[in-house]
């Protein structure tokens, strides 16, 4: 199956070749008696070719069929030299970090190094990966972890399999059993938290990551750690220096009202909130829409001059509900050494829904000196 549907499959999956042409050729003896065979069977290499078109043949007349050509530019740029390994760590859709049962199936590649299979899985892991990694819409999508490397699974069930036929016997049996069920579990966790929409598509991070590991209920405050880097997990050691609240409801559409500042004001104008290195404001939000407040935000605004510190935090999110008022709400930090700047709050959308929001509260928080 290929990364864009059931008919799908990738051109440079043809990297496969390499399974049966490096297939028990692991000493130069095995080489050289495989090269003989293959000239003295010429035949057979030529309906295992023609074999091998035949299965892809569909796949040719869909793309010549639907696109016009015989192979499909998917539109995405190969950079061979410029791998992207965030494909395989990073937070975004990491492969080892939403899908960590693999780390076991690369690591199984050290116990089948002397089988006749060892060179054909490990030079086709190696290429696969390598392709994969290299592409330059290196997130393949809104997808779960890294898709296009769903294909090679089947492969690496061997090193899989053989790791543990060698643990399975010894004494370290339970830590294998115990690890595995953890890393299973976590991989059907994760894949319920992107089902739900707890774990993003595209926006993941490492703070929303570690907000939302194994917490089936994130609260709006870790929610917004999709957005921003930015929070006070405590506030001892800070005091409420003015608080702004506002009952007023307001009704967000795109081509009627796509915005609403909703507060402005130069912080150090505010008594008692004079600069300091630490300086905070919390901002929270009721709000509802009967099919989600999609592609809305609220935004913080810092500006002087050229200087602009900004934070959009989507009004829609993992926990979001509709028809219903959902609850929203994240720190900002005051940047420091930039005096009698403008604070602007406001709400902007691109949904052609209504978005209706209401309750707006913010806090202007100052470190206890």
């Not at 739900?196 to 926006?203: A, M, Q, S, V």
């Amino acid at each position: 199956m290929g990364c864009t549907g059931l008919l799908s499959s990738r051109p440079t999956e043809v990297v496969m070749i390499f399974i049966p042409l490096l297939y028990a050729t692991q000493t130069a003896v095995l080489r050289k008696e495989k090269w003989v065979q293959l000239k003295k069977h010429l035949s057979h290499a030529g309906y295992a070719v023609a074999g091998g078109i035949i299965g892809i043949l569909p796949q040719l007349l869909y793309w010549k069929r639907v696109t016009g050509s015989w192979i499909y530019d998917v539109g995405s740029k190969w950079d061979f030299l410029d791998p992207h390994w965030q494909v395989l760590f990073g937070w975004e859709k990491g492969w080892f970090i939403y899908t960590p049962v693999t780390i076991l199936m690369v690591i199984g590649l050290w116990f089948i190094r002397k089988h006749s299979f060892y060179r054909s899985v490990l030079i086709f892991f190696i290429l696969n990966t390598w392709v994969v990694i290299a592409w330059s819409d290196w997130q393949y999508g809104a997808s779960y972890s890294t898709r296009a490397l769903v294909q090679s699974y089947a492969l690496l069930a061997i090193p899989l399999a053989a790791l543990i036929q060698h643990y399975i016997s010894s004494k370290w049996k339970y830590a294998l059993i115990v690890l595995s069920c953890f890393l299973i579990s976590l991989n059907l966790f994760q894949i319920w938290q992107y089902n739900t929409g707890l774990l993003h598509y595209r926006d993941m991070n490492r703070k929303y990551y570690g907000a939302i590991f194994l917490n089936p209920n994130p609260t709006p405050l870790q929610m917004s750690l999709l957005d921003t880097d930015e929070i006070l997990r405590n506030e001892n050691g800070y005091k409420k220096i003015y608080e702004w609240n506002s009952n007023e409801e307001f009704i967000l559409h795109a081509g009627k009202l796509d915005s609403i500042m909703f507060y402005q004001v130069h912080p150090d104008e505010i008594s008692g909130y004079t600069p300091v290195s630490d300086r905070w404001i919390f901002v929270e939000a009721e709000v509802s829409s009967d099919w989600g407040a999609f592609d809305s935000d609220i935004i913080v605004q810092y500006r002087l001059d050229q200087f602009v510190k900004e934070r959009s935090i989507r009004l829609q999110n993992g926990i979001s509900r509709n028809a219903t008022w959902n609850h929203v709400e994240f720190y900002f930090q005051i940047p420091s050494g930039y005096p009698s700047s403008a604070l602007h709050i406001f709400a902007k959308t691109n949904s052609d829904q209504d978005i209706r929001i209401r309750d707006i509260r913010i806090r202007f928080l100052k470190a206890i000196l």
